[in-house]
């Protein structure tokens, strides 16, 4: 029997604790990580790549629901809420949740949803088999002292900034901690491309572009920025445009 990898985030520390304590004794768990919030939910999911994830629904920071929509889409894992409410069931099971535990439950309830998430399990696709599913929709950024989310479709483009990138787009400039050759890796490359070792634009915003100097050229979007294309970046970037006539 497969072990599965699990993190359990609930932002009571006694149930928290519980909940642990009964996974570790079916003997099918091994608990790799726990949380208190859903800031740290996500950043646990993103360190751990778990199996699954059990999850409160009414916590700091974000909620159980948001958690999972920040989630990137490439490493999300099975989600399984643990929550005192009944009436979040309809939105749980609406963002394909495995199962939906109601506290307080007992060692067979719990053993029924192990069951349940054994028989969801399916190989992981080979590397070659991402799909356009899998690429990063939204993004969860700290803004003050609230949490924001924002989706992908509203970013122009994108700059490095040490270990964060700056996200460019109608509402401001955003901070999300992650590097651009990760962030790269994540999106979906009909929508954007790289243009600088510390850039990437996104496609359906660049008006036009022309030559500056030594192989640099300079991109103009329908929004006015002026942005460079390096040269070492301008012949992949320039062939996603298609012909030229």
């Not at 609406?94 to 192990?114: H, M, S």
């Not at 989310?149 to 700059?159: F, L």
């Not at 460019?168 to 999106?187: F, N, P």
Request: proline fraction near 5%; aromatic fraction near 6%; hydrophobic fraction near 45%.
């Amino acid at each position: 029997m497969t072990t599965l990898r699990a993190l359990v985030v609930d932002d009571e520390a006694l149930l928290r604790d519980e909940l642990v304590r009964m996974l570790s004794a079916t003997g099918r768990v091994d608990v790799v990580g726990t949380g208190g919030n859903g800031l740290e939910a996500l950043a646990l999911v993103e360190r751990q790549r778990p199996d699954v994830l059990f999850l409160d629904i009414e916590m700091p920071e974000l909620n159980g629901l948001e958690v999972v929509s920040s989630i990137d889409p490439a490493h999300t894992p099975a989600i399984v809420f643990v929550t005192a409410y009944g009436r979040y069931a309809t939105n749980a099971f609406d963002i394909d949740a495995v199962d939906y535990l109601l506290k307080p439950f007992d060692a067979p309830r719990l053993q029924r949803c192990l069951d349940r998430l054994a028989s969801r399990a399916e190989p992981a696709p080979a590397p070659n088999e991402t799909t356009r599913s899998s690429y990063l929709t939204r993004v969860a950024v700290r803004i003050g002292a609230r949490v924001q989310i924002v989706p992908m479709r509203d970013v122009r483009w994108i700059a490095a900034a040490d270990n964060y990138v700056e996200l460019h787009c109608a509402s401001g400039v955003h901070l999300y901690r992650r590097t651009m050759r990760d962030l790269e890796s994540l999106l979906d490359p009909a929508d954007f491309a790289r243009i600088h070792r510390s850039a990437i634009v996104r496609l359906d915003c660049v008006k036009d572009l022309k030559p500056v100097r030594a192989g640099d050229w300079e991109i103009r979007t329908v929004h006015g920025e002026r942005l460079r294309l390096s040269r070492s970046y301008r012949e992949a970037f320039t062939a996603r445009l298609g012909r030229v006539g």
